[in-house]
T-cell receptor
Framework: QKEVEQNSGPLSVPEGAIASLNCTYS??????FFWYRQYSGKSPELIMS????GDKEDGRFTAQLNKASQYVSLLIRDSQPSDSATYLC??????????FGTGTRLQVFP | EAGVAQSPRYKIIEKRQSVAFWCNPI?????LYWYQQILGQGPKLLIQ????????DSQLPKDRFSAERLKGVDSTLKIQPAKLEDSAVYLC??????????????FGPGTRLLVL
């Protein structure tokens, strides 16, 4: 059974701080990794994708991938209250199918 | 570019009743997915279509769930009869259909189903 594990949270950080969200996956042949943001009552929205080991930066977001450790993370710099949402980690299982984690709920307080 | 459309947005039914959900993917997208998202969980793939053919329905409870995409465009997901544990958000997503590992899935707004 291929699995994607996330801490359900909530992760609470003050406004302006760095939020660090983590995800591990079980299938070593996974090639593509995605972070989706889901606001309460809304559908998932893609914010980052990463395919190679290392860091990928996009604005305030940085995705980090370590395939040897089967670990992917998302850093949000200068966290804002509007970043408060559930962050879903999704992994491609070497096809075009996504396996999602349960999500980490992030709370950014003023 | 219009996004993925779904209807209805909300549905309340009693157990053992039937319900149907509709999805219209982004124009030109060949691959369509139906997911079930139970509260507090991540989306779980129910069925994947490539044009009008089924690619994967291994997690679809076929005794009560059915789905079709007859003309390779819009799709319908049906539950008959519904059970209490079917209460969830049903998400539709689509991709361009190149079936590469890097394709981005775009999600519709979802249909929130409550079974009483």
């Amino acid at each position: 059974q291929k699995e994607v594990e996330q801490n359900s949270g909530p992760l609470s950080v003050p406004e302006g701080a760095i939020a660090s969200l983590n995800c591990t996956y079980s299938d070593r042949v996974s090639q593509s990794f995605f972070w989706y943001r889901q606001y309460s009552g809304k559908s998932p929205e893609l914010i980052m994708s990463i395919y190679s080991n290392g860091d990928k930066e996009d604005g305030r977001f940085t995705a980090q991938l370590n395939k040897a450790s089967q670990y992917v993370s998302l850093l949000i710099r200068d966290s804002q209250p509007s970043d408060s949402a559930t962050y879903l980690c999704a992994v491609n299982d070497n096809t075009d199918k996504l396996i999602f984690g349960t999500g980490t709920r992030l709370q950014v307080f003023p | 570019e219009a996004g993925v459309a779904q209807s209805p947005r909300y549905k309340i039914i009693e157990k053992r009743q039937s319900v149907a959900f509709w999805c219209n993917p982004i124009s030109g997208h060949a691959t369509l997915y139906w997911y079930q998202q139970i509260l507090g969980q991540g989306p779980k793939l129910l069925i994947q279509f490539q044009n009008n053919g089924v690619v994967d329905d291994s997690q679809l409870p076929k005794d009560r769930f059915s789905a079709e995409r007859l003309k390779g465009v819009d799709s319908t997901l049906k539950i008959q009869p519904a059970k209490l544990e079917d209460s969830a958000v049903y998400l539709c997503a689509s991709t361009g259909g190149t079936r590469t590992v890097q394709e981005t899935q775009y999600f519709g707004p979802g249909t929130r189903l409550l079974v009483l």
